[in-house]
């Protein structure tokens, strides 16, 4: 738990309530690579997205979580988040970097940096190589204006 809030659950009854153990240093690794992977589709409604991103954080499911980190984190790069998203996406952040402290043995600003790094990778290989350079389009551009009156123009 962030910060030093103790929860007592009876481990007879841990489970069923959904509380699950960390995560081991194999999941850790899976969590990386899906920041590693290009985002998932999400809404182009902001509404339907935060519904559908707090669903995910609300699964418990440590990859649900990263996949909203790594998603909101590109959102973020491309246009920026609401103020809701934003404190999503710290949330979210916040969870992920908690449990991997424990699974990795490492400070918190270490995974922070991980993270920061391994969704700066992604983002670069898919969002910004992916982009259409115009200037290198320059001989495939129609130069020619023709107007509706039918006379041209060179």
């Known amino acids: 738990m962030p ?3 103790k929860v007592m659950v009876p481990t007879s009854k841990a489970e069923e309530i959904g509380v699950r153990g960390i995560i081991d240093k194999s999941a850790a690794e899976k969590v990386f690579g899906v920041l590693e992977t290009n985002e998932t589709e999400m809404s182009m409604n902001w509404n339907k997205r935060y519904r559908d991103n707090m669903d995910k954080m609300k699964s418990g499911d440590i990859y649900e979580v990263a996949d909203v980190v790594r998603n909101l984190s590109f959102k ?6 609401s103020t809701g998203e934003k404190k999503m996406l710290n949330n979210a952040k916040q969870i992920l970097v908690s449990e991997l402290v424990l699974t990795e043995h ?20 898919f969002k910004v190589h992916n982009e259409v350079d115009i200037s290198s389009m320059s001989d495939t551009i129609v130069k020619k204006f023709i107007p509706f ?6």
Do not use: R, Y
């Not at 973020?76 to 988040?81: F, P, V």
């Not at 600003?109 to 790094?117: A, C, R, S, T």
């Open 3 to 5: 910060g030093e809030v």
């Open 76 to 81: 973020q790069k491309e246009k920026g988040l």
């Open 106 to 125: 490492a400070s918190q600003d270490e995974i922070e940096e991980i993270v920061e790094n391994k969704i700066n990778t992604s983002f670069e290989e």
């Open 149 to 154: 009156d039918g006379t041209t123009n060179v």
